[in-house]
């Protein structure tokens, strides 16, 4: 009454509702009968065995198994056991109808004379205990020559000799012998998985009860046989899909190819990129798995896979945890292909690249290698942050290349100041990061950057308000005073002026 269930997709584990659930559901009744104690009748008839089938109820909890299985293990390994567990479950309970039937046979019309290794005819049809012998093993020695005989030339007639074979190994060999009811289930088991897998090769039937059983037998056997082929085949099918949706899309890009007459270079490309996802055998891309989750769900998922790769840029090291997951959304994922040039030489540095499989080659303008980067680096994450005194104008040094086939995670210049809006700390702390480290690295023509190097595109629209404010403010200030020297200016001009009028009058009069 304690079993977790889910409702509407939320786990479920308050004790009165997980007993309302398992007392009105189908397992609460199964699972009553399978506990009725029938062994007590077996005090009364100790051979009435068969009133325990009511223990067999309880075979639905295999699959409930299996369920449960399905987020853990890989679906191949679910099937594959599936397959093998049911088998062997029907192979257990069929063999177990044989020998019951058998217990109820009768064998005393059987002649022993006529039985041979390899003639079942004279075989009877239920089991006995004759029919299945100890293993012996040889216990003399080549070297010695006590194993010689000379039984390879009996070919067919070694049955002939089979007296003889008999008291010549009788004390050369050593008897390892088995319980009865190891005999009985293993010969059981063994006509049971015969005659279930349409095999045959079986002792023919006497009786009608034999007859009928076999006939029952055969007809759920084919029907077994199927089913296990078709699961087979399924399973082979689901192992291969992603080869086999490959090479439908090969058979049609070569056909596009063909009709637009692409050059074979490009041909060779297109058919070497199918071949490397075909070996990668990789199920479900980035679009799938966006598609495929609910936005939130898909959301969650993506901050916390690209935030444990943004933690090993050194630029962001030290920032907060928020702002790494805010940030992790714009990682975008890209594909390469051998010689494609990630990075061109000269280009603006508007994003960073994170390796997330493959190699990223860094070459001079003389296509000299200097630097491989692998899986886990970081390329060109200080470049994010522009400075005015920087020696390249904020530019690509060199080429970036990828050596084979290569994912790389990219951020972009823009999402990342569109973030560093919400965490003025955070834009601080990179600023000053990013300058120790082109500082580092040769790039800024100065040690120490000036105030106008502040990234003003990483501010707040209420940063950049105040900031307009105190311009203003300035631009008014500046207004003011220039119009009081203005004022004080004229004043001076007109009472000069009106000094000079007075003089050039007092001159006219005089």
């Known amino acids: 009454m304690k079993n977790v269930y889910y409702e509407h997709g939320c786990r479920v584990t308050e004790m009165a509702e997980t007993r309302r659930n398992y007392l009105s559901s189908t397992n609460f009744i199964l699972d009553v009968f399978s506990i ?80 041979t290794f390899d003639d079942d005819d004279g075989w009877p049809w239920p089991y006995m205990p004759d029919k299945i012998t ?118 049609g890009l070569k056909q596009f190819m063909t009709y637009r007459n692409l050059h074979a270079e490009f041909q060779r490309r297109v058919l070497k990129y199918c071949e490397y996802e075909m070996a990668k055998q990789e199920k479900m891309t980035e679009e799938e798995m966006r598609d495929t989750l609910p936005p939130k769900l898909y959301t969650q998922v993506n901050k916390y896979v690209q935030w444990s790769i943004l933690k090993s840029s050194p630029l962001f090291d030290s920032c907060e945890v928020p702002f790494l997951k805010d940030l992790a959304i714009y990682l975008e994922p890209r594909d390469y292909g051998p010689g494609d040039v990630v990075c061109a030489r000269g280009e603006l540095n508007k994003e960073m690249l994170i390796v997330s499989s493959g190699y990223l ?81 040769g790039d800024l023509v100065e040690e120490n950057c000036s105030m106008d190097c502040e990234m003003y595109e990483g501010s707040t629209l209420e940063e950049r308000l105040i900031a307009m404010r105190g311009v203003i403010n300035v631009l008014e200030n500046n207004v003011n005073e220039n119009y009081e020297k203005f004022k004080k200016n004229s004043s001076s001009f007109k009472s000069r002026l009106a000094a000079l009028e007075r003089f050039c009058r007092d001159m006219l009069i005089q």
């Open 36 to 115: 009725i104690p029938t062994d007590l009748f077996l005090f009364v008839q100790y051979d009435a065995s068969l009133l325990r089938l009511n223990r067999l109820f309880k075979c639905y909890r295999l699959f409930e198994n299996f369920d449960l299985a399905q987020g853990r293990l890989k679906q191949v390994f679910i099937s594959l056991m599936k397959i093998i567990v049911s088998c062997t479950l029907i192979f257990h309970w069929n063999a177990c109808a044989f020998y019951i039937i058998s217990s109820f046979s009768d064998t005393t019309s059987w002649d022993e004379v006529n039985a």
């Open 361 to 441: 080659r860094v070459v001079d303008p003389n296509d000299l290698p200097l630097r491989t980067f692998r899986e886990g680096d970081v390329v060109e994450d200080r470049s994010l942050v522009w400075f005015p005194n920087n020696r390249y104008r904020n530019r690509r040094k060199y080429d970036v290349i990828s050596v084979g086939y290569s994912q790389v995670y990219i951020l972009f210049r823009d999402d990342l100041l569109h973030v560093l809006r919400d965490y003025p700390l955070c834009r601080e702390t990179i600023r000053v990061k990013a300058e120790y480290m082109q500082s580092a690295a």
């Open 134 to 251: 100890d293993v012996h093993f040889a216990d003399c020695s080549h070297f010695e020559q006590t194993c010689d005989y000379q039984q390879v030339y009996f070919d067919e007639e070694r049955e002939a000799h089979l007296v003889d074979l008999w008291h010549y190994w009788e004390n050369r060999t050593i008897k390892v012998g088995f319980s009865t009811f190891t005999k009985a289930y293993v010969l059981s088991m063994y006509w049971s998985a015969m005659t279930m897998t349409t095999l045959g090769e079986q002792p023919s039937p006497n009786e009608t009860m034999q007859s009928v059983f076999e006939i029952l037998d055969t007809v759920l056997g084919m029907v077994l046989f199927a089913g296990i082929m078709g699961s087979v085949g399924d399973l082979v099918a689901k192992a291969n899909k992603v080869k086999a949706d490959w090479q439908q899309r090969m058979d």
